[in-house]
């Protein structure tokens, strides 16, 4: 049988995200039937932790979250855990080795919920209420990053994943210059913004900073929705910039392929 986890969504500034079960406007429900994930419907998103032990997808359609072990990551091999079902459309979704799920989703200028998922239960954030929570991930080291809109400050906040009394506590942030917009955050603590006309990854650990493309041709031309980021062993970067492929190498600090996909040859 399902169970419901019924979670307030605040309407109040305060200075943490309080729970209240008694509210019924957005309720997770977790299910433990592995039959027909998502009722069927498509696959909106895919996320997994950053040690790759546990993965889940998403279904915009369906409004579902299904949480899958992965007992071998080199055959693709997942085994269902649950399903858990949401309210309002998802922003932002990422998931921790030991199961903390963590969703930005839509609603009253972008909330966020934390959930253990091994016990169901919800998880504060320390932070001032008036925060528009805009994207959301987990470091190999286990902390869970957070970037949002304070007013016109862009703020990384990074919490220590140590729950006490149901609680994350935020251990150091960092503001990103108002000339520069997120793309993504990797595992390894790289952030990697833009501006007219560069990109850059800029390392949380040692805040120093280099250039990884840079924009000659258009101008003004490119924003989030046009690049793309992949990042996954530490030596290259991936990334795509309109209709051009970059390989760039993080030990020589050079591209060293440029792809365009327009071309046939």
């Known amino acids: 049988m399902s169970e419901v986890i019924e979670i307030e969504v605040d309407k109040n500034d305060v ?6 079960k008694n509210d019924v406007d957005k309720i ?3 299910d433990d039937v592995d039959d027909k994930p998502h009722n069927g419907k498509p696959i909106t998103r895919i996320e997994t932790s950053p040690n790759e032990n546990y993965l889940i997808t998403y279904s915009e359609e369906d409004r579902s979250i ?16 649950k399903t858990i079902k949401i309210g309002y459309g998802t922003i932002s979704l990422c998931v921790s ?4 799920l963590c969703r930005i989703y839509d609603y009253d200028k972008y909330k966020i919920d934390v959930i253990d998922m091994n016990n169901k239960d919800k998880i504060t954030l320390s932070f001032y209420r008036k925060v528009r929570s805009m994207y959301c991930t987990f470091n190999l080291k286990g902390e869970f990053i ?3 809109l304070v007013y016109e400050h862009k703020i990384i906040w990074i919490y220590s ?35 007219n006309d560069y990109i850059c990854e800029w390392n949380i650990n040692t805040e120093k ?17 046009n690049i793309g980021i992949f990042n996954n062993d530490e030596k290259f970067i991936f990334l795509k910039v ?24």
């Open 97 to 100: 080795d030991d199961k903390k």
């Open 28 to 30: 997770f429900t977790f």
């Open 209 to 225: 900073s280099v250039k990884i493309f840079v924009n000659n041709k258009d101008k003004n031309k490119f924003g989030t929705k």
């Open 66 to 81: 299904v949480g899958w072990n992965v007992e071998n990551i080199d055959k693709v091999q997942l085994k269902f855990d």
């Open 242 to 265: 309109n209709d051009k492929i970059i390989v760039y190498s993080i030990e020589l600090g050079i591209p060293i392929v440029t792809l365009d996909i327009n071309d046939g040859n």
């Open 146 to 148: 957070l970037y949002s």
């Open 161 to 195: 994943t140590q729950t006490k009394n149901n609680k994350w506590e935020c251990k150091r942030f960092y503001e990103i210059p108002k000339d520069y917009g997120l793309i993504s955050i990797s595992k390894y603590d790289k952030v990697y913004l833009f501006s």
């Open 15 to 20: 200075d943490v995200n309080d729970v209240d």
